[in-house]
């Protein structure tokens, strides 16, 4: 061999030897082991060091493991340590102890800390124990008690929470007695190690200098000198209202308990503001503070003949509406409501608004729920605009400045040459029909007829007859709600020659017989209850005529009371029009036996009440009322009804007061849903499957319902432990009665008026509700809230009672043009007791934490019911949550953001409603109740086409963690 080849021979045995000691050993982890002694990259002859975790022990292998370069490159040489970590049986029971730290299961290397009770000192043993091995280690913590002697006796004061025998850590609490105060001392002393804490309460007599003076305020009980304890009571002068501070102010330790009364001025309505001159202003009532809810207010403004009023505003605060239908200022172009409206206002529209004569009426109504800060106007008096030729009154003005008969205004013909006298919007009535009505004879009705007019209604009729006639108006059927002679609420009025001459609501209608061959017939509604309305007839008649006599109540019930076949129909005596006082009807109804027989409803309206005591129709489930009873109505219910067999028992009473214009139904023979057997699991949809089946993960029910609400009983929240019953879905209409603290955590928001808003608790003393339920007043004293409620209008045993301590609303929240970031906190007094009864939800876990579109959730609350029963206990319903792109689509032209989600069903019937704003949506995951959704606004209520609208738990998540922590 030369040389030269030994040399690359050895030069390549080094090179091989180098990229053995440049190899290294791969990653290394054993189950239940703590590494130490070495990190990666790992290098030939580098040794780890492997340690059982805490509370596992050694089975076999070795602790230590070296990285060595085998055949096959480097390589772990060593057996692998196995450890043991078998979990814990329950924990061990310690007399006299509470522990925290450890939960079942107790896994290897779970502690748990034992610590003494309150009276008992540690004497030996160990304070925690841990679980290694499947074993408990350690000694059970030895707590001894120790009491005291008889307690101090202290001069002058009175003592609470101690009673002989004294154990340790009891204390006495010594308060000074009646006319005296602390000067020094210690107020408790607590037995502790055999001896009394601390040193005397002093305790010395004090009066009170001169009582506080409060504006606005008359003061009654005290005289001076002011004795310690003597209270003095503050009232509010009269037109003043309380906003705050104390009622009473009592003398104690030489000083005066609480805070001044606040008084404002009320913001209420009397009599018709008149206001007349060249200028002037006004404001509603309360202003700047918030006008209150079902107010009619009202102002009549006069200027000079020949002027025309010009109305400007600097504030506006109304709550809003696409068509101002809920609150709004209504500016009429006359002396009184009869004239034509010049403008209407709302949200915070602050354009100004022109007259055409010298005189204006405006009204401010608003309805039962959101207000605002009102308005602040001022009016002066202005020349009327040049408008060549001026148009006399009996004229109509064209927009090209041409005048024409008013006769002819709507006649089908361009009689102004613009067409301005025929514009589609000027000749309607707004209800649905023409406005200008001409001939020898007609009939026109409110809109829906013979089913309920609309809420927030503005409609008109003008009525012509031939030149030397009269116009005779009649009703055959007229259902309004309010009461003559005042009409506050609906009301249809008849105008003649610019005068009302007549007023009709309730079932008191209107008739007349004019002096002239022209009448207008005006018809509004408020934004709350409605009837079925009216059917008007006209006709031409001679100026001397007068009304025919009104037609004879209707005879008897007027149905049969045996109704045959698997189908027909019935109503309420006298329907549409309203039936009568203290009526009893009955029905009975027989289809075919295996049948089911299934009641609908075209239009139900009868005398609200709580628990139907007024005027009700009840069905019974069989031939008479000795039969099961199936369900009790009024209101405006319109959910179908449903015996069990094949017989039906109606039976109709009304009381001696208010009547309703009634209902009409329908009834047919169905098939009975199906039933499942005892150890079935019934689905929404009537389908049954194995009790077994479900909350295991899998969706054998069609509608996945055998998977919802699936809860683990152990979680710290969202978890009732009386779990809540949800009947099949398809015999149930806006929800069901929910079983007795099945949701725990829902909160009864109420002020000294009764149930506000709902609420929802979310950790033991903070409760979320909505903005808008507190936004007019957010003195926490004015507000109670109550836990563990189920009755809706009586007191339950299981409740908690709290004033509140703190009010926190949203820094951003906004009420226009609808409620956004709507959510307040209230701080509870003290914390809530936590039980079966009161328990809180769950939050989202972070701002990404939501339920995905169609996922089934629960809405719950007090709030109305609109006559789909279960009036008197919690309610709960089930909706499917809806994307927030769909729901924009649905609430066109209304925004929609992202501190906002939706849920509901397409068809409507299921929705909150008034009275559960600010209570919980809550939807089930990770084995939990999670609150996703605080209820805030939507249209109307249960309306097909529009879901539900809820502020985001989640998008405001950051918000209510910063606040409470």
Known sequence: MRAGDVLLVLATLTSVELSYTQQTCGEITLTNTVRSGCEAPFELGETCHFQCRTGCVRRRGRHNLTCRNRRKGPRWAG????????????????????????????????????????????????????????????????????????????????????????????????????????????????????????????????????????????????????????????????????????????????????????????????????????????????????????????????????????????????????????????????????????????????????????????????????????FSASFRAEDPPTIAPTCSPGQFSCLNGNCISNNVRCDGNDDCGDGSDEKAERCQSGCGSPGFIRGVSGSFTSMNHPSQYSNNANCEWTITVSDTKAVQLTFDTFALEGTPPGCSYDRVDIIENGERVARGCGNAAPGYVSTTNQIRVLFRSDGSVTGTGFLARFREVEPSATLPPPPPPPAGCGNPTALPGDSGSFTSPGYPSRYPNNAECSWTISVTPGKIVVIRFASFSLEASGSCNYDALTLYDGTDRNAPEVKKLCGTHSREIATTGSDAFLLFTSDGSVTQSGFSATYTAEDPPPTCSPVEFTCFDGTCVSN???????????????????????????????????????????????????????????????????????????????????????????????????????????????????????????????????????????????????????????????????????????????????????????????????????YSGRQISNFMMCAGHPEGGHDTCQGDSGGPLVCSRRGTWVLDGVTSWGEGCAVPGYPGVYASVSSLLDWINQKIE
């Open 79 to 374: 057996r692998r340590l196995s450890c043991s970590c078998t979990p814990c049986g329950s924990m061990p029971a310690v007399p006299n102890t509470s522990v925290t730290g450890c939960a079942s299961p107790y896994s290897a290397g779970e502690t748990c800390t034992y610590q003494c009770n309150a009276g008992f000192v540690a004497d030996g043993g160990d304070a925690n124990r841990t679980c290694i091995n499947g074993r408990w280690g350690g000694r059970n913590l030895i707590c001894s008690s120790n009491g005291c002697p008889s307690r101090p006796t202290v001069a002058d004061t009175v003592v609470t929470g101690c009673t002989p025998p004294y154990d340790a850590e009891e204390t006495c609490t010594y308060q000074c007695s009646s006319g005296f105060r602390s000067a020094g001392g210690d107020n408790t002393r607590t037995c502790r190690d055999g001896d009394w804490t601390g040193t005397d309460l002093v305790c010395e007599s004090n009066g009170c200098p001169s009582r506080p003076t409060v504006a606005d305020t008359v003061v009654t009980g005290c005289t001076p000198p002011y004795d310690a304890e003597e209270t003095c009571t503050y009232q509010c002068s009269s037109g003043f209202e309380s906003a705050g501070g104390d009622n009473r102010r009592t003398c104690r330790d030489g000083d005066w308990t609480g805070t001044d009364l606040v008084c404002e001025r009320q913001a209420v309505c009397e009599s018709t503001t008149m206001l007349s001159g060249v200028s002037g202003a006004f404001t509603s009532p309360g202003y700047p503070n918030n006008y209150q809810n079902n107010q009619q207010c009202s102002w009549k403004i006069t200027v000079a003949p020949e002027k025309i009023v010009a109305i400007s505003f600097t504030a506006m605060d109304i709550e809003n509406h696409h068509r101002c239908g809920y609150d709004a200022l209504v500016v009429y172009d006359g002396p009184t409501s009869a004239f034509p409206e010049a403008g209407r206002r709302c949200g915070s529209n602050k354009d100004q608004i022109l007259t055409t004569g010298h005189e204006v009426f405006l009204t401010l109504t608003s309805d039962g729920s959101i207000t605002g800060s009102g």
């Open 692 to 890: 077994g089946a479900t909350c295991d993960g899998r969706k054998d029910c069609a509608d996945g319902s055998d998977e919802f609400g699936c809860i683990n009983p152990g979680a710290s929240c969202g978890a009732p432990p009386i779990h809540p019953v949800f009947p099949p879905l398809n015999r149930i209409v806006g929800g069901e009665g929910a079983v007795s603290s099945s949701w725990p955590w829902q909160a009864s928001l109420q002020t000294s008026a009764g149930h506000r808003c709902g609420g929802t608790l979310i950790t033991p003393d903070w409760v979320v509700t909505a903005a808008h339920c507190v936004d007019d007043n957010t003195n926490p004293g004015r507000y109670t809230i109550v836990l563990g409620k189920h009755h809706t209008y009586s007191s339950d045993e299981t409740e908690q009672r709290f004033s509140l301590s703190r009010l926190i609303m949203h820094e951003n929240y906004a009420s226009s043009p609808v409620p956004n970031k709507d959510i307040a906190l209230l701080k509870l007094s003290q914390p809530a007791t936590i039980n079966q009864y009161v328990r809180t939800a769950c939050l989202p876990q972070d701002a990404e934490d939501n339920p995905t579109p169609g996922t089934m959730c629960v809405i719950t609350g007090w709030g109305n019911t609109q006559g789909t029963g279960d009036d008197d206990v919690l309610k709960q319903a089930r909706v499917p949550v809806v994307s927030n792109a769909a729901c924009r689509n649905a």
